[in-house]
């Protein structure tokens, strides 16, 4: 079953906010994966952290691996009508090979 | 960038027939293929892994015999349902694994498989 907590399950904001989401766990990574997913379709890498405290930035998206390793949050900054759709974490375990483990998804609305 | 091709993308079946779905690396070598299925509204859930050459490894509660897996090269993995029932309905998606991080874990596109 699932062993990555995140939240929150959903988010309703209007077009130009901020929107922060994060991922927690008891287990330790040593990988963080941020992934959207659009209806339909398989889930696309947004950011991927591989060492703890890493902070990396792709456009408008930041993301962070937790100092514990055991944490991770994605920050969405003025966010448009397009950012719709459902943000996974996914993290690969210390003890579990290259088998992802994967968050509960965080379902994005942005109202224009 | 990284792409994985899956094929189908939907598939409609009758209730006791076998389906096969493809995935395949396009520009990459993977070392690992995963398969997993999502329901609506949820997360994926891991089916089985497979490493080319060798015999998948199938998470609790999946049937081997149900969802056979073929790894045949390190370019392709299938997924094969068979003897479908109307339960086996969902959203498969395959993930190429490379260990080299320009490549990591890849997506596929997804197959909608509904069995009526």
């Known amino acids: 079953g699932q062993q990555l907590n995140q939240s929150p399950q959903s988010m309703f904001i209007q077009e130009g906010e901020d929107v922060s989401m994060n991922c927690t766990s008891s287990?330790?990574?040593?990988?963080w994966l941020w992934y959207k997913q659009d209806p339909g379709e398989g889930p696309v890498l947004l950011i991927a952290?591989?060492?703890?405290?890493e902070l990396t930035s792709n456009g408008r998206l930041t993301a962070q691996f937790g100092i514990t390793r055991k944490d991770s949050f994605l920050n969405i900054s003025a966010s448009i009508p397009s950012d719709v759709g459902i943000y996974f974490c996914a993290g690969q375990r210390e003890t579990s090979g290259s088998r992802l483990t994967f968050g509960e998804g965080t379902q994005l609305t942005v109202n224009p | 960038g990284a792409v994985v091709s899956q094929h189908p993308s939907r598939v409609i079946c009758k209730s006791g027939t076998s389906v096969k779905i493809e995935c395949r690396s396009l520009?990459?070598?993977?070392?690992?293929m995963f398969w997993y299925r999502q329901f609506p509204k949820q997360s994926l859930m891991l089916m089985a892994t497979?490493?080319?050459?060798?015999?998948?490894?199938?998470e609790q509660g999946v049937e081997k015999d149900k969802f056979l897996i073929n790894h045949a090269s390190l370019t392709l993995s299938t997924l094969t349902v068979t003897s479908a029932h109307p339960e086996d309905s969902s959203f498969y998606i395959c993930?190429?694994?490379?260990?080299?991080?320009?490549?990591?874990?890849?997506f596929g596109s997804g197959t909608r498989l509904t069995v009526v």
């Open positions: 520009d990459f070598q993977a070392t690992t």
């Open positions: 952290l591989y060492k703890a405290g």
């Open positions: 993930s190429a694994y490379s260990s080299l991080a320009a490549y990591g874990y890849t």
């Open positions: 497979s490493n080319e050459g060798s015999k998948a490894t199938y």
């Open positions: 287990s330790i990574f040593n990988t």
